[in-house]
């Protein structure tokens, strides 16, 4: 390697760590002894490109290796922490699971976590992949360690706050509304702006009174892991906000990229448009080829004739996505909205705009992404009678008994796919589905999107059996666009929704 | 079905190009609406880096209007005669200016805390109108959520100015403009907003309203003693929801306690629940009371917030606010401002007055129409401010009166930072 990259190198992430500006909070959480993720301190001195990979590689391996725990959930909880402390140790990072760290160890933990950092830093969605994960980490580590909680508090300064027993005692009611489990008994109680703990207020788990919460000491934890997501948030912009100035280090920025860039699994990108599918083919295609979702709003669109915004997202990107061109698009979207008595005038006026838009031909231009089943199940919930959204997750038992039923599979698959939908594993049903209605295969290693569910669903039925695996595991430069487009949509859909009001 | 009330809403869109004018040089509170906006102790950039866009005739949109003052402001508006005007948030440097800073530099910093409640998101519990149309028989769900929110907002929140707005023609917008609540971040809005929601779920999700069991949160106790304040009347005599077999079946696929399902089992087999919503109700009541005697408490007719806890889901389900999160979060969303003209009714975006919010009638909101007739007739005395002239003036007032709540709290506020100078 030579001198100037080297140096190039080490004034990239110099100047990059130092981005630290004094966090106006109350309640700091740095400076704890051997827990550097908590960084205010950026590593100082210079490593070599190898370390620098070396480092990034292995935590993000740890870091994956916690999402995909985390999607297999509903496992027992002690269960979980065990397979991670094994996870840890084959990975070589045992020390996570411990309270000392030797100064190596103290290296690695701090480096590869700020490597990351700037690596996942570029776009929204990345951050948000890597703070969930860091997030987890960390409450891994407070499982694993005894006085980390403690020590965390103590720097804190929360037990100034703690109220007092008579107060508690006029509040017995309201607080037991809160919290299983309330005993007066050991009741104790800290009071924190309710900004503090964001997760319980919009879960309704704390009481609240002109604005303080009443964090009861069982909830402790998450509030120091609230605080820990909402620092590293600050930091990651702060961090994007310098990235361009970087844009330069080639070598480095390369590496970043490359490191966050192939790493999501939920990119997908929209087939060549053509005019192969037509829309009279819809109906015959969603009996036996689309997931449920869209099986539902297709259906809901043709019986009702009208789809809310948030449907014809869903569903529009969907049919672009399985190559729909276009024109046959607003083709299908005019025919159905006509029938529930819109006319074409009025469709033009309207939703057409939608359409196209959906397309890129309007507003920013951006090509939109069609969504994922991540996107679908965790983003907005329908309401009223909206009927967008993942069945699995979005249908009582009931309605969802009543979906499958028309699928005509065996009743043990019903049971098995309610079953489960009950546990929370709404991808996995999704999958049972496709191996109930299809003949001997599956869906090649995993469910992340409805258009692959569609597209191993045609490639099976055609009895064209070459996978489809290329399509998912597109290269990471193209994941990049998919993502940054992933990200103007979203930018795009706030302006749409901002205007989106009674006119 | 109960009686539809008839509204004689004689508003003709096309007038909106002669009326506008009129309207936005005689009758517009502009004065006050800058001495709001302007948040005296806030500093002077506060105003000038506002964002307003507007929406004219033939839906053209114009984002990004800002002004440096309150008169460059009036003569815009006056120009544009905008047949909307939203308000959105204070970025860091001046809207109009944004093309002159770097990309990343105008960012949107603060805006008011924001809720829209909208009468479509109630369309599965209404049985007189649906979409866009409202009557007399659904609005005390507006009612109810004004009730609702307002408490919460200010006894679990805090918070001490709320400004309560009817947009025009369903619903109703709700502005914090407490500094701190203008200073949250989006992810403490998205917090509040989903603090405040409760009924969850589509078309196919049948129960939207799922209570732990022996534990009830204290907002939704008191949400359910505002709430049963009205459902009775609400229910049964102004929606009638009881009287199709069809609604019938409804409302007990929302009853999943085992023993009222055995009691109602048991009605039926005998004496039946009569055809009526009166007599069902009445009945499903006293199946409800029934449950909680076999739970040890001595009840003949118990309040209906101390009703056991899946008819508190059912209640709920039927009359608990139900916000638009979406608006709530983002602290760039755009908002309809007070005071404008909904194009499609002529009414007024005016504030609701909290201590009078149940004699609100949006049927009684005067319309630009009644406004410039007003003046046109108007006999009395000649120097009088135009508005007062006319039936907007109460709704000026009550206005008034909340920004004179909001500037002696900010100059309470101003006297504490000058002691601690001195
Ligand atoms: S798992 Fe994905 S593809 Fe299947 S129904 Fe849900 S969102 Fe659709
Ligand atoms: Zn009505």
């Known amino acids: 390697m030579d001198f100037g990259q080297l140096k190039s190198k080490r004034r990239t992430l110099s100047s990059a760590f130092n981005v630290n500006p004094e966090i106006k909070k109350s309640v700091n959480l740095d400076g704890v002894n051997g827990f550097h993720s908590f960084y205010k301190m ?397 003949p001997k295969e599956g869906l090649h290693g995993g469910l992340q999107h409805p258009n692959q569910y569609f597209e191993e669903s045609q490639t099976i039925l055609s009895g064209n059996s070459e996978t489809s695996d290329s399509k998912m595991t597109a290269d990471s430069s193209e994941k990049e666009t998919a993502g940054k487009s992933n990200d103007n949509k979203e930018n795009i859909q706030d302006i749409e929704d901002e205007f989106d009001d009674e006119m | 079905m109960a009686p539809a009330v008839e509204v004689s809403n004689s508003w003709d869109s096309s007038l909106m190009p002669e009326l506008l004018p009129i309207y936005y040089k005689k009758l517009f509170p502009f004065t ?33 209007r800002s002004y440096a003052d309150q008169a460059e402001m009036e003569k815009d508006i006056r120009s544009k005669c905008p047949y909307k005007i939203d308000i959105g948030a204070v970025y860091t440097c001046s809207p109009k200016l944004r093309d002159m800073v770097r990309a990343g530099e105008f960012v949107a910093q603060y805006k008011e805390l924001v809720f829209d409640i909208d009468m479509t998101d109630y369309d599965d519990v209404r049985s007189c109108c649906s979409g866009a149309d409202i009557c007399l028989s659904c609005w005390p769900l507006m009612t109810i959520a004004i009730k609702i929110i307002h408490r919460a907002l200010t006894e679990d929140f805090g918070f001490k100015h709320l400004l309560w707005v009817y947009s025009g023609r369903r619903g109703v917008h709700c502005w914090v403009c407490d500094e701190k609540a203008r200073k949250l971040s989006a992810a403490a809005r998205a917090a509040v907003a989903e603090y405040l929601s409760l009924v969850k779920g589509g078309a196919n999700m049948k129960k939207k309203v799922i209570l732990k069991y022996n534990q009830l949160h204290v907002s939704i106790r008191k949400a359910l003693e505002i709430i049963s304040d009205y459902f009775d009347d609400y229910f049964v005599n102004r929606q009638d929801l009881l009287s199709t077999e069809e609604q019938f079946q409804t409302l007990k696929g929302l009853i999943t306690d085992e023993q009222v399902l055995a009691l109602i089992k048991e009605l039926e087999d005998t004496d039946g629940f009569g055809e009526t919503s009166k007599l069902r109700w009445a009945c499903l009541k006293g199946i409800f009371c029934k449950r909680m005697s076999s739970e040890g408490s001595v009840c003949t007719s118990a309040p209906l917030h101390e009703m056991p806890h899946n008819m508190k889901e059912i209640m709920l389900q039927y009359t608990y606010p139900r916000l638009d999160v979406n608006v709530s979060k983002g602290v760039n969303h755009l908002l309809k401002s007070p005071f404008c003209i909904h194009p499609k009714t002529g009414r007024v975006c005016v504030p609701i007055d909290i201590n009078h919010v149940d004699t609100f009638d949006p049927f009684k909101v005067p319309t630009l129409h009644d406004l410039t007739e007003q003046l046109a007739v108007w006999k009395g005395e000649g120097n009088l401010l135009d508005y007062k002239k006319t039936s907007l003036k109460p709704y000026i007032e009550s206005f008034e009166k909340f920004l004179t709540t909001l500037s002696k709290h900010n100059t309470e506020s101003d006297n504490i930072v000058m002691d601690t100078t001195a």
């Open chain 1, 42 to 438: 950026p590593p100082s001195g210079s490593i070599t490109l190898q370390q620098f990979e070396y480092y990034a590689l292995e935590r993000l391996k740890v870091l994956k290796a916690i999402e995909l725990n985390n999607v297999l959930k509903g496992k027992k909880f002690k269960e979980y922490c065990d397979e991670m402390r094994d996870e840890f140790r084959n990975l070589g990072w045992q020390f996570l699971c411990t309270d000392r760290l030797s100064k190596e160890d103290e290296e690695k933990d701090l480096v590869s976590h700020h490597i990351l950092r700037l690596a996942y830093a570029k776009s929204e969605g990345k951050r948000q992949w890597f703070i969930t994960q860091e997030t987890e980490l960390l409450k891994l580590r407070m499982m694993f360690s005894n006085s980390l909680l403690n020590r965390l508090l103590e720097v804190n300064q929360l037990s100034s706050n703690q109220v007092p027993a008579e107060e508690i005692n006029e509040l017995t009611d309201e607080l037991r509304g809160c919290q299983t489990g309330f005993n007066m008994a050991n009741a104790v109680y800290y009071k924190v702006d309710f900004e503090e703990v964001l997760q319980l207020v919009s879960s309704r788990k704390v009481y609240l009174s002109q604005g303080y919460a009443y964090l009861p000491a069982s909830e402790l934890q998450s509030f120091v892991l609230n605080k820990y997501k909402i620092h590293l948030k600050e930091q990651l912009a702060m961090a994007c906000k310098l990235m361009p100035g970087l844009e330069e280090e080639n070598r480095i920025m390369r590496q970043l990229k490359a490191l966050s860039g192939g790493d999501l699994g939920t990119g997908y990108t929209t087939k060549a448009v053509g005019d192969k599918i037509t829309c009279d083919m819809l109906d015959q295609l969603s009996l036996r080829s689309y997931p449920l979702c869209m099986q539902t709003l297709h259906n809901h669109i043709k019986v009702k004739h009208h789809a809310k915004h948030e449907g014809r997202m869903q569903y529009g990107l969907f049919l672009k996505g399985m190559g729909v061109s276009l024109e046959e698009s607003l083709k299908y979207w005019r025919t159905q909205f006509c029938k529930g008595g819109i006319d074409t005038e009025k469709f033009d006026k309207t939703y057409a705009y939608n359409v196209r838009h959906n397309y890129g031909k309007e507003g920013k231009r951006a090509d939109y992404s069609p969504f994922s089943c991540l996107k679908i199940i965790s983003s907005s919930e329908p309401k009223g009678d909206e009927c967008h959204g993942c069945p699995y997750k979005h249908s009582d038992e009931l309605s969802l008994r009543h979906l499958l039923e028309k699928r005509k599979i065996s009743a043990e698959a019903t049971e098995e796919i309610l079953g489960l939908k009950r546990q929370g594993h709404y991808q996995v049903a999704c999958m049972s589905l496709f191996k109930a209605t299809h």
């Open chain 2, 32 to 64: 006050q609406y800058f001495k709001w906006l302007r948040y005296k102790e806030s500093g002077p950039n506060y105003f000038k880096n506002r964002e307003f866009s507007f929406t004219l005739k033939d839906d053209i949109y114009l984002r990004y």
